[in-house]
């Protein structure tokens, strides 16, 4: 049966096409920086907003009717895997990454529901060997089911923990079996709506100890993916412990952890932190912590987790300047974590949806190889700081000089010049290879 029979096969035609099913930028084979374009996107579906994202809201009901909706729970599983494979297919994304709970229902038992997904497993496995198609990372939705109300590992209750304990046991089973190249821990309701009942120092601690645990069971099983925490300030608790890179980096190493996780970062929760996309990836970069990549936008009027998707090609070059420069990609890849928005009701609209994104970010990939190659930025920035390269700065580098000598110094010193930051016309440049 084909789900989007509407659509056929995507192809790149160029960007004078007027066909909207059609890529205008994203050239999978073409060559940049000496390597195919494809492969320095690593496109991936997200399978929750793609496949299982109903649109509904706070205020209303789901809106974005699907062929499989009135199947029965297990034939709604198995339809959505042969349309997220098809959907796959016809735009020519080689990745996908999903939750356990996206891919098969949940039933009253664990054992149940394990049993549950390993037949959906059987059968995402067949399609990834018939298309080739790979799986980026997995993970566990350890927020959703009404038992994680407190958390999952930051959980007042300890059967809780136990419980998300089992459920990513079974994820990284399946993660290995289907050869993923990543895990996420995203901090789902890991966090605290009021300090007043919540015990901070003993929360934290069990979640390092249930990250500690996963580390250790991926070795034993053998699963040589890349785990990944997933930054997020807040929503849907008030103040979620994995805020941002910073905060990230930081309680990974209060708890000797920092070996074993790189970061995913999701443009829409950076601003919900209050900073740019390009902050966190290159927080990440300078931390040799950059992983792998949730692309998406928020809307700066609402402020909330829109997950749209990524078509400002302004943000979209910072973003895969700084993926360059942190070497591309290398287990991670670009996942779409991005929904329609929900009066988009027609399934076409995700095909637009996902065309817009990749040509957004195949646009980028463009432009930012080319700001690399001609050096624009790093030129000005070295310059900018040659005072580091001689002299006074050369010590300070080098550290070689005391307080006392700093401030030796500085009694000679006459007059200061500062040397202007050219703010404007490196973003005029900027500008001028986007253009
Ligand atoms: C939610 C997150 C989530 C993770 C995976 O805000 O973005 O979708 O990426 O659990
Ligand atoms: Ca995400
Ligand atoms: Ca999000």
Same mark, same amino acid.
């Given at each position: 049966?084909?789900?989007?029979?509407?659509?056929?096969?995507?192809?790149?035609?160029?960007?004078?096409?007027?066909?909207?099913?059609?890529?205008?930028?994203?050239?999978?084979?073409?060559?940049?920086?000496?390597?195919?374009?494809?492969?320095?996107?690593?496109?991936?579906?997200?399978?929750?907003?793609?496949?299982?994202?109903?649109?509904?809201?706070? *205020?209303?009901?789901?809106?974005?009717?699907?062929?499989?909706?009135?199947?029965?729970?297990?034939?709604?599983?198995?339809?959505?895997?042969?349309?997220?494979?098809?959907?796959?297919?016809?735009?020519?994304?080689?990745?996908?990454?999903?939750?356990?709970?996206?891919?098969?229902?949940?039933?009253?038992?664990?054992?149940?529901?394990?049993?549950?997904?390993?037949?959906?497993?059987?059968?995402?496995?067949?399609?990834?060997?018939?298309?080739?198609?790979?799986?980026?990372?997995?993970?566990?939705?350890?927020?959703?089911?009404?038992?994680?109300?407190?958390?999952?590992?930051?959980?007042?209750?300890?059967?809780? *923990?136990?419980?998300?304990?089992?459920?990513?046991?079974?994820?990284?089973?399946?993660?290995?079996?289907?050869?993923?190249?990543?895990?996420?821990?995203?901090?789902?309701?890991?966090?605290?709506?009021?300090?007043?009942?919540?015990?901070?120092?003993?929360?934290?601690?069990? /979640?390092?100890?249930?990250?500690?645990?996963?580390?250790?069971?991926?070795?034993?099983?053998?699963?040589?993916?890349?785990?990944?925490?997933?930054?997020?300030?807040?929503?849907?608790?008030?103040?979620?412990?994995?805020?941002?890179?910073?905060?990230?980096?930081?309680?990974?190493?209060?708890?000797?952890?920092?070996?074993?996780?790189?970061?995913?970062?999701?443009?829409?929760?950076?601003?919900?932190?209050?900073?740019?996309?390009?902050?966190?990836?290159?927080?990440?970069?300078?931390?040799?912590? *950059?992983?792998?990549?949730?692309?998406?936008?928020?809307?700066?009027?609402?402020?909330?987790?829109?997950?749209?998707?990524?078509?400002?090609?302004?943000?979209?070059?910072?973003?895969?300047?700084?993926?360059?420069?942190?070497?591309?990609?290398?287990?991670?890849?670009?996942?779409?974590?991005?929904?329609?928005?929900?009066?988009?009701?027609?399934?076409?609209? /995700?095909?637009?949806?996902?065309?817009?994104?990749?040509?957004?970010?195949?646009?980028?990939?463009?432009?930012?190889?080319?700001?690399?190659?001609?050096?624009?930025?790093?030129?000005?920035?070295?310059?900018?700081?040659?005072?580091?390269?001689?002299?006074?700065?050369?010590?300070?580098?080098?550290?070689?000089?005391?307080?006392?000598?700093?401030?030796?110094?500085?009694?000679?010193?006459?007059?200061?010049?500062?040397?202007?930051?050219?703010?404007?016309?490196?973003?005029?440049?900027?500008?001028?290879?986007?253009?």
């Amino acid at each position: 049966m084909e789900y989007f029979s509407d659509v056929k096969k995507i192809n790149y035609m160029g960007k004078d096409s007027k066909n909207l099913l059609s890529f205008k930028h994203y050239n999978p084979e073409e060559i940049i920086l000496g390597k195919k374009m494809k492969d320095h996107l690593k496109f991936a579906m997200s399978y929750w907003h793609t496949l299982t994202a109903g649109g509904t809201d706070q *205020f209303g009901d789901a809106t974005l009717i699907r062929e499989w909706d009135n199947l029965s729970p297990m034939e709604k599983s198995k339809a959505r895997v042969k349309a997220g494979f098809e959907f796959m297919e016809k735009l020519g994304i080689e990745y996908f990454c999903f939750h356990d709970k996206d891919i098969a229902p949940e039933a009253d038992t664990l054992e149940e529901y394990f049993k549950n997904l390993n037949e959906i497993v059987d059968l995402i496995e067949a399609e990834m060997k018939r298309t080739g198609i790979k799986l980026l990372w997995g993970t566990s939705n350890m927020f959703s089911n009404p038992r994680f109300v407190h958390g999952a590992g930051t959980s007042c209750n300890a059967d809780v *923990f136990a419980w998300a304990a089992a459920q990513v046991k079974n994820a990284l089973d399946i993660t290995k079996r289907l050869n993923g190249e990543g895990y996420v821990f995203w901090g789902g309701r890991e966090g605290y709506e009021t300090l007043l009942n919540t015990d901070m120092k003993l929360e934290l601690d069990n /979640l390092a100890r249930l990250l500690k645990l996963s580390v250790e069971y991926a070795k034993e099983i053998g699963f040589e993916g890349q785990f990944y925490i997933e930054p997020k300030p807040k929503e849907p608790t008030k103040h979620q412990y994995d805020f941002d890179v910073a905060t990230v980096m930081n309680f990974l190493r209060t708890y000797g952890l920092e070996k074993k996780f790189k970061m995913n970062i999701e443009a829409n929760h950076a601003t919900l932190a209050g900073h740019t996309f390009q902050h966190e990836l290159r927080l990440a970069r300078i931390n040799g912590v *950059f992983g792998s990549v949730d692309a998406n936008r928020g809307d700066l009027l609402l402020g909330w987790d829109t997950d749209q998707f990524p078509t400002d090609v302004y943000d979209a070059t910072l973003a895969m300047y700084e993926i360059l420069m942190a070497g591309g990609f290398k287990e991670g890849g670009l996942n779409f974590d991005a929904k329609v928005r929900r009066a988009s009701l027609d399934s076409i609209d /995700l095909f637009y949806a996902y065309i817009g994104g990749m040509d957004t970010f195949a646009k980028g990939l463009k432009v930012a190889a080319k700001l690399i190659e001609d050096k624009v930025f790093e030129n000005f920035i070295e310059k900018r700081y040659e005072s580091y390269k001689v002299g006074i700065g050369k010590e300070i580098v080098e550290e070689k000089v005391s307080l006392k000598d700093l401030s030796d110094y500085a009694l000679k010193l006459k007059e200061i010049k500062n040397c202007s930051g050219r703010q404007e016309v490196l973003e005029n440049i900027l500008n001028s290879y986007i253009y």
